[in-house]
């Protein structure tokens, strides 16, 4: 086998209600978004032998099986670097198991409560605890806490070193924000958002502000894989994963921390084999999904993917291109991480699917390939799904 390219789906998807405070367990979200997902895949829990998650997600595969009655788990493993590595990551390691034979239907998820603390502490606020492990003992001493700090260095380097300003970064929230308030479930529906808004808001690290930054949530995303031929018997047409890997190197070293001068880098990993495993060029992908934690680092994906070289990015995400309906490549088009809810880039994954179903609210007409990616600036992964009509 030289490649799983083809061989699996996504058949399944479901997730909760986005919210600032979920009132029930992350295990409540876990087994409520992964039920929804078999429900939506014509499957019992009966039928699912395996699960993907997250490091850093709190619930234990043995727990979910054991509540939702999964009688046999033949596969469980899980991805690494936070919540960025995960929404890619975990498919591919789905994708994988099934596609070998170690496991018939594998689900993978995402389920916290990092807005409310139920659970997960916040993640846009420094750590309390005593001492720092790792990387964190190198950057503590000197203030650099929190992923926002660090973002933006590398944001402030990107505007040296390429003319960016803070309203291209600003069109790409203000992109989620609109189709966030065509979405009812996003976070942000009905609060509208316009450049100025975006100028206007409060500033967290220089040059990051506000609305550069992604949301905090409560909730559950999910979402099942199984082998193509047996994906053909379910209940909506097939979602194929055409393409997908996962990249890191050397400059990955100092974390979240990226590397503006190194020449490669997590996103360029992956580029280099992700369009040709497909067997389709940039100019082919429909609609797009970049992990949107910081708008930054969505620019810095897209460049870094291939879509446009480097340094072109503040012009490439410029005059609507990225908006539906009339842009040239609608991007995360539910919301995203920064409007709809940041569920860890899974709910974008959800998206491509109602994409590629021709489910989506903002739905592209005639889409047949959609590109998704999980974090950048740690260890990545990304794909490229299409359809069968």
């Not at 850093?56 to 009655?69: H, Q, Y």
């Not at 994906?231 to 990226?258: C, M, Q, T």
Request: with cysteine.
């Amino acid at each position: 086998m030289d490649s799983i390219s083809n061989q699996t789906c996504i058949v399944g998807i479901g997730h909760t209600e986005y919210s600032r405070d979920s009132g029930r367990s992350e295990m409540k979200l876990a087994c409520e978004a992964i039920g929804a997902a078999i429900a939506d895949a014509g499957l019992t829990p009966a039928d699912i032998d395996g699960i993907a998650k997250y490091t850093m997600d709190n619930n234990d595969p043995i727990d979910i099986a054991r509540n939702l009655g999964m009688p046999e788990l033949r596969y469980f493993g899980e991805v690494n670097y936070g919540g960025g590595g995960g929404p890619v990551g975990t498919i591919m390691l789905a994708a994988m198991a099934v596609a070998t034979g170690q496991a018939k239907a594998v689900v993978a998820f995402r389920a916290m409560n990092e807005r409310s603390g139920r659970g997960t502490p916040r993640f846009g606020q420094a750590a309390t605890a005593p001492g720092a492990a790792g990387v964190a003992s190198y950057l503590s001493p000197y203030g650099l806490f929190s992923p926002a700090q660090m973002v933006a260095i590398a944001a402030r380097r990107h505007m040296h070193l390429y003319g960016t300003e803070s309203r291209h970064f600003g069109e790409i929230a203000v992109t989620c924000r609109h189709h966030a308030n065509m979405n009812p479930d996003a976070m942000m529906h009905g609060r509208p958002m316009s450049i100025e808004d975006h100028q206007a808001s409060r500033m967290i690290a220089d040059p990051l502000r506000l609305l550069d930054c992604c949301l905090e949530t409560d909730g559950g995303a999910a979402v099942v894989i199984t082998r193509a031929d047996r994906a053909r018997d379910l209940r909506h047409p097939r979602v194929f994963i055409a393409g997908g890997g996962l990249g890191a190197g050397h400059w990955n070293h100092r974390s979240i921390l990226k590397d503006m001068d190194s020449v490669e880098s997590e996103s360029t990993v992956i580029a280099k084999h992700v369009f040709r495993d497909a067997g389709i060029k940039h100019a082919d992908i429909d609609v797009l999904f970049i992990y949107d934690h910081f708008t930054p680092l969505v620019m810095m994906a897209i460049e870094d993917f291939g879509f446009c070289k480097r340094g072109e990015g503040k012009d490439f995400v410029s005059n609507g291109r990225l908006r539906w309906p009339d842009g040239e490549l609608p991007m995360n088009t539910s919301g995203g991480n920064l409007s709809e809810g940041y569920m860890h880039g899974m709910q974008n994954v959800i998206e491509a699917v109602r994409q590629l179903r021709g489910v989506a609210r903002c739905q592209v007409k005639g889409a047949r390939h959609a590109f998704v990616s999980a974090g950048n600036a740690v260890p990545t992964s990304a794909m490229i799904l299409r359809n069968e009509l």
